[in-house]
């Protein structure tokens, strides 16, 4: 498909490579944009990793991206000011607000935010994609959560309703259904880790040990990380193989007791923790890997860009919890044959899945999106 090249600011709150989540997925998109020929900048509005303001550029894969980065310390005045400077100087068609609360406020309360993107250039279309709704959106389970939670909501129906947002889109139904705004989309996200060898054939570990990966955060329902060992160590069974786990990346607090349940049912010598690693060499254990855990459930993993990154390397992965008795058609995506669950039959084939770019999948569906409005 051809799309009309456009000029676009994206607005996030960090840029900091491999310590943001919005940051990496703006700059990936931003860099995968650049590649179909339009002109990106990334500005972001509330850096915790700078000191000093820095304007210049950053690196996606091989792609250099223009940006200005403000520091968190700044006051909202220095803000305003170095945010319409910039944004005026790329002359955009759009702006992307990249938007997670605590992005741009300690406490997720950025009660001033709306009024910074006002003071920015009039007449642009605005574009707005919620990664992270307000506090307990998911559930809250305690009163300071819940108080959090209901301001976050008050200030987030705020920024939409009084906000002339062209496009409104989020990852997963749950998150839109919660906007409760007719005119958002489903824009799907992409895995955290890049494919630069689109080519690449997948060859899984074929030798006695059955590996599989933990590849992010571990969440403190570990009842049901322990149902999730216990079904892959009996698939790793069935296949007279050794289950042998890698927990990869920046694993959490939970990680010691993930460890210690791990290690009660396969043992201690099976387990591996990596800690943080580039992006090539995860990609090098997404490769070799037979299977892959997740710590999200069916209806939240598609916002999971460490679960996502794993069914784009073609690995097949045991979300939490059981699998849902009745699942809506508009909810069965390309993944949903490698998707599997706590509570099904052991009877895998190994089969392999197709790779799958992600990345290219969601940046023209992007465009689709702003070319009709």
Not at 127 to 140: P, V
Not at 309 to 328: F, W
Not at 338 to 364: A, C, M, V
Request: with cysteine; hydrophobic share 40%; charged share 20%.
């Amino acid at each position: 498909m051809n799309f009309s090249k456009i000029n676009i600011v994206f607005i996030c709150g960090s840029l900091e490579p491999g310590k943001d989540g919005v940051g990496d997925y703006t700059r990936r998109l931003a860099g995968e944009l650049v590649r179909m020929g339009n002109n990106v900048f990334l500005l972001s509005i509330y850096d915790r990793f700078v000191t000093d303001l820095y304007e210049g550029h950053i690196m996606d894969t091989t792609t250099r991206l223009n940006c200005l980065r403000i520091p968190a310390n700044y006051t909202f005045n220095q803000r305003v000011t170095y945010s319409r400077s910039f944004t005026k100087k790329c002359q955009p068609d759009w702006i992307s607000l990249q938007y997670v609360p605590f992005s741009f406020h300690p406490k997720g309360l950025h009660i001033r935010l709306k009024s910074l993107l006002k003071n920015l250039n009039p007449g642009v279309k605005w574009h707005i994609m919620f990664h992270e709704l307000w506090t307990g959106s998911q559930g809250a389970n305690d009163l300071k959560t819940k108080i959090y939670g209901r301001l976050q909501k008050i200030i987030i129906r705020n920024l939409v309703r009084k906000f002339n947002f062209s496009v409104i889109t989020t990852s997963i139904e749950n998150y839109q259904k919660a906007i409760d705004f007719k005119q958002s989309f489903l824009l799907p996200i992409f895995g955290n880790i890049p494919q630069l060898n689109y080519k690449i054939e997948l060859k899984r570990n074929s030798g006695n040990l059955f590996r599989v990966i933990v590849f992010g955060t571990i969440t403190n329902d570990l009842d049901l990380f322990n149902k999730q060992i216990i079904w892959l160590n009996s698939l790793a069974h069935a296949a007279h193989k050794k289950m042998e786990l890698f927990f990869i990346g920046n694993s959490g607090s939970n990680l010691t007791h993930a460890k210690a349940i791990a290690a009660n049912i396969i043992g201690d010598e099976l387990i591996n923790i990596t800690g943080f690693l580039s992006e090539d060499v995860i990609a090098s254990h997404l490769i070799a890997a037979d299977f892959g855990i997740s710590r999200a459930d069916f209806e939240y993993y598609g916002k999971s860009g460490t679960t996502l990154s794993m069914l784009e390397y073609g690995l097949p992965v045991l979300l939490k919890g059981e699998r849902p008795l009745n699942i809506k058609e508009s909810t069965v995506d390309k993944y949903f044959p490698q998707l599997y669950f706590p509570n099904d039959s052991i009877g895998f084939d190994f089969r392999e899945f197709k790779f799958h770019n992600g990345l290219f999948s969601t940046t023209t569906a992007f465009l689709d999106l702003l070319s009709v409005r």
